[in-house]
């Protein structure tokens, strides 16, 4: 059998036969490369890695306190109005006139789970508790508490802040009841701040948030509560560096080493909180970033072992070059599985994260505009408060005459507008949300009709003439018939209080139908300075006491949930033209130029 002879420059990976002298020299310095592209690779990867993620923690870190923040600000702001609005509620200064408490307590619990307080009670003149959603208390004396004493010593409303028994900060919110300038109680509505604790502990970081004196009032930490935040942290037992250096293992770098020794290895944030001088802060741990620095190093590590082994295999196993080039090839595929598995589960981890954090943003926003629209509730109730003054002046003068059929009338009307108070105020819940369940077909002329039949009173008393253009024929829209007079009686009562002081008053509406439905409001008063900045909230160009601007913003609002706008700019002739488009419902014939003509 022929043979191949054999020579001195043979393969070294074929068995059996003699390696070059040189080559085992070559091998040593490719392990050596290996060795220094491995280690310069693990410290870019950690460099670049570790300053990415320490910016992306601290950004984190960030939006979660802007979060914190503004769920506390928004529950406080929701919390501080309901006092204003119990303490005129006629069934709880009737109690109190008569000092029958039978179904006041009942009347406490209904509201507290649609305020969302930790608890309502409602104490008479001596201090002692008479009506409370904790039917436990009734009898107790809270005479000489701070809510109740510096509620009686003032007629707004008091905020107090003050540790229970168990050492946990109670805040509430008390006012005085009042029947005219008699006091006859005090309501005090507690807020639930426990809750945020609870929240905050299901997350990494430790949280605290400290009142204008430096004084933790909530946190993670129980132990923490009452004491100056340096004085606390000073009392809190940190690892020793033998602890905190085997737990950091593996944590290369100039920087975090030393982090970990010097105990710096905690991210402090801090945001104020507006109200009161609060501040929350929040310590967050570098750990979740020393984890997946520390399992991609591993990953390179792993990769640069595997090539070593590769060229060790492939040097010493030439003859099975075509096996190891599939075996290669499959552990290759299977790295890229592997990543392509890692980056899938991340991107999916992020975008839970992005959802999670997108839900919270949209409820604090329907939480912070829940709060606006609690202060609204007054501004909504001044028009049927006034109105009712007036009915009830003509009532007296009717009796006073003898005449009680025409009386009766009078009183109906009173009894219809206490209704459409109440329909109002049920209304608070709904600004927070879009009210589609509650749409029905609409006649505009309807709801103008009803709208100026509340604002007659004052159209009398100001003097305005009044001109309608309606069409004949129907203008149905899909809306709120509550929420859409409610736009038209503050488009109203606008173009009266521009009017004020002018020697022409007149006061134009004209409804003109076709693909859109659009109602126009026109006066001769003074016209618009900045149209712009109309809609936005508590912006307002009236005299400080006259309003607070929320009027037009709430309008707006309205007008969007039901699908149109609501835009202004000022006349041809002078005023302000108002505009309220809706989607028209069916077919209907109108001519928009009228508005232009009566102009």
């Known amino acids: 059998m022929f043979r191949r002879p054999r020579h001195d420059n043979l393969d070294p990976a074929v068995p059996g036969e003699r390696v070059m002298p040189g080559l085992s020299w070559t091998v040593r310095i490719v392990i050596v490369l290996v060795l220094m592209a491995a280690l310069a690779a693990i410290w870019v990867a950690n460099t670049l890695l570790t300053e990415r993620l320490v910016e992306t923690t601290r950004q984190r870190a960030e939006l979660r306190q802007s979060l914190y923040a503004g769920a506390i600000l928004s529950e406080l702001q929701r919390n501080s109005v309901v006092p204003l609005l119990l303490a005129r509620d006629p069934t709880l200064i009737a109690a109190l006139n008569a000092r029958d408490y039978s179904a006041s307590s009942q009347r406490l619990i209904s509201y507290v789970d649609e305020i969302g307080a930790a608890s309502i009670r409602l104490l008479d003149m001596d201090g002692r508790v008479v009506a409370a959603t904790d039917r436990k208390e009734l009898g107790t004396d809270y005479g000489a508490t701070p809510f109740f004493t510096e509620a009686v010593d003032t007629t707004d409303t008091v905020f107090t802040l003050a540790p229970n028994e168990a050492g946990i900060f109670e805040a509430s919110f008390s006012r005085t009841v009042q029947d005219g300038p008699r006091q006859l109680g005090v309501l005090q509505v507690e807020v639930d701040l426990a809750q945020f604790e609870s929240r905050w502990r299901g997350t990494t970081a430790a949280v605290a948030v400290t009142d204008a004196g430096g004084s933790v009032i909530l946190s993670t930490e129980p132990r923490w509560r009452g004491k100056p935040l340096s004085e606390a942290l000073e009392a809190t ?16 770098g100039p920087d975090i080493e030393e982090g970990f020794f010097t105990g710096a290895s905690l991210m402090q944030l801090e945001t104020r909180v507006p109200f009161r001088g609060w501040r929350l802060v929040s310590f967050t741990s570098y750990e979740s970033v020393r984890e997946r620095v520390n399992g991609v190093l591993a990953l390179i590590i792993m990769g640069f072992a595997l090539l070593l082994a590769l060229g060790f295999y492939l040097l010493n196993r030439r003859s099975q070059l075509r096996s ?29 994260e992005l959802k999670e954090t997108e839900q919270s943003l949209a409820q604090s926003s ?43 009338s009078s009183f109906q009307r009173i009894d219809d507008l206490i209704e459409r108070m109440g329909a109002i105020t049920r209304q608070l819940k709904s600004y927070a949300r879009k009210g589609g369940e509650a749409f029905e077909r609409v006649d505009v002329r309807d709801a103008v009709s009803s709208a100026l039949t509340l604002m007659e009173p004052q159209l009398r008393q100001e003097k305005v003439r009044l001109s309608q253009h309606l069409p004949d024929h129907p203008a149905p829209v899909l809306a709120d018939r509550l929420r859409l007079e409610q736009v038209i009686i503050n488009l109203v009562r606008n173009a009266l209080d521009a009017m004020k002081g002018q020697t022409s008053r007149e006061l134009d509406i004209l409804l003109t139908v076709g693909d859109e439905v659009v109602l126009a409001v026109r006066d001769t008063g003074h016209g618009l300075d900045d149209p712009d900045q ?40 002078g005023g302000a033209v108002f505009e309220v488009r809706l989607p028209a419902l069916g077919e209907g014939k109108g001519d928009r130029g009228a508005i232009e003509a009566a102009e």
């Open 237 to 252: 037992s940190v690892p020793s560096a033998l602890q905190r250096a085997l737990a950091s293992a593996g944590a290369f």
């Open 324 to 352: 190891l080039l599939f075996q290669r090839e499959s552990v290759e595929l299977r790295r890229l599985n592997d990543r392509l598995t890692r980056e899938v589960a991340e991107r999916k981890r992020v975008q839970e």
């Open 366 to 408: 329907k939480l912070a505009a829940l709060g606006e629209m609690s202060a609204a509730v007054s501004h909504e109730l001044n028009q049927p408060l006034a109105a009712m003054k007036t009915y009830l002046a003509g009532a007296r003068l009717l009796l006073q005459r003898r005449r009680a059929d025409e009386a009766l």
């Open 534 to 573: 109309l809609f936005e909230p508590f912006f307002t160009t009236k005299k400080p006491g006259e309003g607070v601007g929320l009027g037009l913003a709430i309008s707006s609002g309205i007008v969007a949930d039901l699908g149109g706008r609501l835009t202004a700019r000022n006349g041809q002739s």
